[in-house]
């Protein structure tokens, strides 16, 4: 009845193929935006103390969960503990709904590289252009096909020959090309230095409550936590290998990766507006609107454009692959078919779901749901509010069914858990009540109630 788990081949891959899924678009354009808001430093010391301890016991749970059943999300909870079915399927229900409008954000990103390598950073540059392009419908659903098909390419590859083999070239070139940007912008552009200063020196007179909790929100979203992905990867983790370790090492390059995507974006566009805070702005007009005239405006601009959206795609390509990887293996775990039959079944269901998010700026842009465009409104649905109720029963499950000691001695199998008690603490705790403050905010915060 059961077949031979597939597997990655040491630590190295494990670590690259989460920290792949850890480090997405979240990265290169929300964590600058909320490190700038909330004063550069401070938000970088806050997000720094809880990617340690609420990141760290969070990450460590689902990695042992998923190796210790060695199944996906509803498995795994179900072999543990029956009651807690339901939290599988919940998790399940997280990349499901993911999957299909990050892929279209993916397609965005593949147009805008392609549109630099081809030397059109004039066009891509002007106000119009981006809302023009989102706007049609036929251009952005065949970028979303592209896009959406190389991540299929690649799980049908399989873990090993797949997953951690791009993993094992897209992370360390994603390294290079960012640093490489980071380096040229600070050198071509006058004022980048003092932006540099703007984002690493502490304001604390902008740290308040919000500036934990907006940390903690992107924590929670960056280090694909609470999406069943950690669990599916923990799954193929060798017993061997040290769970503690890992996680650090995932918690670093993910970080990390961050940090780096604030260094870049900050500085140049905080030179390229002549200091003006508002150019930060959140959402898709950073990335899409403000960096292109940037790149447009220094020398070689097409060249750097292209560089940085190739960096952007191996990001995006990385977490969606993660995210279908984990929808095919719930699928296999729980239908019992072959896996490449349960790949085109996730393909098919994934760009049924990715064409209204696409259509929601074109042809049905008319079609809103409690006031948002249908992508938005399934970004909030699975960050704001399943994702955090998954976190937070899992945290119950772990703190107070099977009880932490369950995990740690899985933990401990591939080495000492050396951290073992503030992973009891977290878990019981500390992040049950981190996440009800970030879900309650998110549901204020996305009906005009409170900023964030």
């Known amino acids: 009845m059961t077949t031979k788990r597939s597997s990655f081949t040491g630590k190295i891959g494990f670590v690259l193929a989460a920290a792949g899924s850890a480090v997405g678009l979240g990265n290169i354009w929300r964590f600058p935006y909320l490190a700038a808001k909330y004063g550069g430093g401070i938000f970088l010391l806050v997000y720094i103390l809880l990617a340690v301890t609420f990141g760290f016991a969070l990450m460590v749970a689902e990695v042992s969960i998923g190796r210790k059943t060695g199944l996906s999300a509803i498995g795994a909870f179900k072999a543990l503990d029956k009651r807690f079915s339901f939290v599988g399927y919940l998790a399940a229900l997280v990349p499901v709904i993911i999957l299909p409008y990050y892929s279209v954000i993916g397609g965005w990103v593949t147009k805008?590289?392609?549109?630099?390598?081809?030397?059109?950073?004039?066009?891509?540059?002007?106000?119009?252009?981006?809302?023009?392009?989102?706007?049609?419908?036929?251009?952005?659903?065949?970028?979303?096909?592209?896009?959406?098909?190389?991540?299929?390419?690649?799980?049908?590859?399989?873990?090993?020959?797949?997953?951690?083999?791009?993993?094992?070239?897209?992370?360390?070139?994603?390294?290079?090309?960012?640093?490489?940007?980071?380096?040229?912008?600070?050198?071509?552009?006058?004022?980048?230095?003092?932006?540099?200063?703007?984002?690493?020196?502490?304001?604390?007179?902008?740290?308040?409550?919000?500036?934990?909790?907006?940390?903690?929100?992107?924590?929670?979203?960056?280090?694909?936590?609470?999406?069943?992905?950690?669990?599916?990867?923990?799954?193929?983790?060798?017993?061997?290998?040290?769970?503690?370790?890992?996680?650090?090492?995932?918690?670093?390059?993910?970080?990390?990766?961050?940090?780096?995507?604030?260094?870049?974006?900050?500085?140049?566009?905080?030179?390229?507006?002549?200091?003006?805070?508002?150019?930060?702005?959140?959402?898709?007009?950073?990335?899409?609107?403000?960096?292109?005239?940037?790149?447009?405006?220094?020398?070689?601009?097409?060249?750097?454009?292209?560089?940085?959206?190739?960096?952007?795609?191996?990001?995006?390509?990385?977490?969606?692959?993660?995210?279908?990887?984990?929808?095919?293996?719930?699928f296999h775990d729980k239908l019992h078919i072959d896996r490449k039959a349960c790949c085109f079944i996730v393909l098919g269901i994934s760009v049924l779901l990715g064409i209204p998010s696409s259509l929601g700026y074109s042809a049905w842009s008319g079609v809103t749901i409690i006031g948002m465009q249908i992508l938005d409104f399934f970004d909030f649905i699975s960050n704001n509010i399943i994702m955090p109720i998954v976190a937070f029963l899992t945290c119950l499950f772990v703190g107070y069914f099977i009880k932490p000691k369950t995990l740690i001695e899985e933990a401990e199998i591939g080495g000492r858990f050396k951290a073992k008690n503030l992973f009891s603490v977290v878990i019981k705790f500390v992040a049950p009540v981190f996440i009800i403050l970030i879900l309650v905010s998110s549901i204020l915060n996305v009906f005009g109630i409170i900023s964030i």
Do not use: R
């Open 112 to 330: 805008y590289f392609a549109g630099f390598v081809m030397g059109k950073a004039d066009a891509m540059a002007q106000d119009s252009y981006f809302n023009s392009y989102i706007g049609s419908t036929t251009e952005p659903l065949l970028w979303f096909a592209v896009f959406i098909g190389i991540t299929a390419i690649v799980v049908l590859c399989g873990v090993e020959k797949g997953i951690e083999k791009v993993s094992k070239i897209m992370m360390p070139v994603l390294i290079f090309l960012i640093i490489g940007i980071v380096i040229y912008t600070s050198i071509t552009m006058d004022g980048a230095l003092e932006g540099i200063v703007y984002y690493i020196k502490p304001d604390f007179s902008k740290f308040s409550i919000m500036t934990a909790v907006a940390a903690m929100g992107q924590l929670f979203y960056s280090m694909s936590l609470a999406m069943g992905i950690m669990i599916t990867f923990g799954s193929y983790m060798k017993k061997d290998i040290s769970i503690e370790g890992s996680a650090h090492q995932v918690e670093i390059f993910d970080t990390g990766v961050a940090f780096l995507a604030g260094l870049m974006i900050v500085p140049a566009v905080f030179a390229f507006s002549g200091g003006d805070e508002s150019a930060l702005s959140q959402g898709p007009g950073l990335m899409f609107v403000t960096l292109p005239k940037i790149f447009d405006s220094m020398p070689g601009g097409n060249i750097v454009g292209a560089a940085f959206f190739i960096m952007v795609l191996f990001a995006a390509l990385t977490s969606s692959i993660s995210l279908m990887e984990t929808v095919v293996s719930i």
